[in-house]
């Protein structure tokens, strides 16, 4: 019996530790993401830029053609206004597979939606961006 006990107990340890883990990873993609949506929605390049390894890549569709962007060349792009953007961000879902993990993002502007969806890698430098595709969707117009 005690056996029996023993093992149950180790399990549930065992169960225990591996939640605190998965929820700890979770926490750091959130991190990760929100310098992501937080550098672009208040012009800051250099937080943006933490979130991406510049070895990746953006892909997405512009009139119905592959469009291919490394990952460097997206955070090129990026300003260091210190505008702040008329947007609202949020995180919709991550999932955690050991090191490597998707997170569904949403940016809302006046107008239109971005779907972002981001793959991530745990690197010797944490969680990062390698891989991100989008959608943009316009607003219904009012009538």
Not at 27 to 55: H, Q, R, W
């Amino acid at each position: 019996m005690r056996k029996i006990f023993l093992v149950c107990l180790s399990c549930a340890i065992f169960s225990l530790v591996h939640a605190q883990t998965k929820e700890q990873e979770i926490e750091a993609i959130k991190t990760v993401c929100s310098y992501y949506m937080d550098g672009g929605t208040n012009g800051d390049s250099v937080l943006f830029s933490k979130a991406f390894s510049p070895t990746g890549q953006m892909q997405y569709m512009r009139n119905d053609t592959l469009v291919i962007v490394s990952l460097k060349d997206f955070m090129a792009r990026m300003k260091n206004t210190g505008t702040k953007q008329n947007r609202k961000t949020s995180i919709e879902s991550i999932q955690v597979f050991g090191n490597a993990a998707t997170a569904k993002l949403t940016i809302e502007y006046p107008t239109f939606y971005f779907h972002d969806i981001m793959g991530l890698l745990k690197t010797k430098d944490g969680w990062k961006i390698v891989s991100k595709i989008f959608y943009r969707e316009e607003k219904p117009k009012a009538p």
